[in-house]
């Protein structure tokens, strides 16, 4: 250090005494200034010469004058920023180190989630019954190789139909009676009640002839196939009873019980009688949402509007789904996302906020595709505890636990014409989201960041079913299925964050690729003649996000994005999502925006 100064002071030393000089100073032999100034040599001095300070150091005569302005040159490296382009040594801007981490843009995310919407309800049973007397199922078959086919007629035998109880039966108009779930309807299925057997005649007729032979009379059992008759008029009665739906023939309850003619003493003859049974169950389509999947406002995810690293900020987001599978048709959602999140432990840590809500599906529905009309609102809200466990100069990752809390309404499914709650889903559900996240920078323009998470819900939701007309009642719990989610980003800072002028500071364009699946079946909730399930058992959504991040002056950061399903059919919930994120930065991260540094 004292070899860097030698030179000035002793160039100073001979300035000052040539200040003072009366004749001009002769040459100086040319020495080492280092050894000079370690072990100073008598110098022979012409006595008309002035005299000068023996300790000052001689100065080479072929040195360069310097200017006494200007400031000693230093032997200090340069200042190299590790993280410029190419990683090649450029010297930076130190204010400048460790901006690249800071600057990255959050994830922009994708997802509705509350697609998995579509549920198959079981709504009810009913069994048509005609009573035909017939004495010729015992004859000799004319083709006893074929199934028996039987057309008594129209008006040949009387016909009832069994519903569930008695609320059922007025809303038909049939008359009831206490205790008694069995009521007379007239045209049903009087018409012409017929049946196809599904064993050959000659298998049948060898049962009803055992029948005779050892009990001397009794009853044989075969079963039928459907019935367009029979199928067509249950539609009309399940349609009056909950509205537009589809009708299942259930094969095990449907059948034909003969019971033989027998020859009683005294010569009377008991006619031989033919019972038809045609069981039909009543199942509806309907697009109800499970609260725990985000109901009718969606799904948070963790990666959504979201960065590795801890922020102090405000948060802003606006998404356009369009086509969602809240309906069979599709249904347009608007949703809105404010919150925020804030740093502690030396911006190592920190908790983020979310309050989701949407224009969006009332979830107050009817069997009858009523009482669905736009409403506002609120989902669940999503809290996500998020910290550091590991830093370098081009990579940062983090851990933490996402939870979106049962905030928003439950889904009711009602009766047509005011006839009450068939259904009510209440949202009770605590979905817990472990994830890990990572964010690699190896200069001051590229950024990757990804995510992997695992959703659980950890309580489910329970279900209450009006069973009997007599009211809901709890029939268990509806749990969502566990969803495994892998979101990954790239981008490119076009111009870098602290380097423009003007209002745009910085501007980067991204691509992500979101990729959802679930990793158990969909759960079945089921108690008596009532259940429901997901009709989207399993499913693997791709989706591809585009988009611009730009920081405007020194603390905003604004994202759009166009988001596309790359899958169809079951694996798409949406056409397309189109909206934007904004932050604003405040506290510790607007006042230093690098002050997350490498290595901490």
Sequence with gaps: MFNRFVPVIGLSAVLAALSHAQEPITQLPVTNLLSAAQEPKKEIVDPKQPLVDPKTPKVDPKTPKVDPKTPPPTTNPPIVDLLAEGGNGTTADPSRTGQSITYAPNMYGDAFGGGRTRFNVFLGSLQAQSRVIDNTLSDVPSSPNRPLSVNYGPGAGNG?????????????GLSTTPGVKTYQLASYPNASPQFTSVENYKAIQTRILAQQVQNGGGKATFAITDNAAYHSAADG???KLYGPGSTAFVSQGSKVVYTTPVLNEGASFSPGVADIFYKYDAYSQIDVATPASGGVVGRTKISEENNPLPR???????????????????FNVQRFSPGFETTFLDQQASIQVQLPFAATLNPVSATDGGVSNRDTVFGNMFVTLKGLFYSSQTFHAATGLGLALPTSP???????GG????????????????FLAGIYTPNSRFF???WLSMSFDTTGSPVLANLDGNGLRPIGRLRDQSVMALDTQIGYWLIVPGTGEGFVRGLTPFLELHYNSTVTNSPVVQSGGFGIASSDNRYDELNLSTGLAMYLENNLLVSTSLVVPLKSGPDKFFDYQL?????????ATAANPSALQYGR
């Design 448 to 450: 990757w960041q990804n």
């Design 237 to 239: 009665i399940f349609n």
């Design 160 to 172: 009832i139909v069994v519903v569930g109880n008695a609320t059922q039966a007025k809303m038909l």
């Design 410 to 416: 439950d889904t009711v499914l009602k009766l047509p």
């Design 579 to 587: 909206g934007f994120r904004v932050s604003w930065f405040f506290g």
């Design 312 to 330: 102090d900020r405000i948060i802003f987001g606006y998404d356009f789904f369009n086509n969602t599978r809240l309906t069979t048709d599709g």
């Design 419 to 434: 006839g009450g709650d068939l259904l009510r889903i209440k949202n009770e559900s605590l979905d817990v989201v472990p």
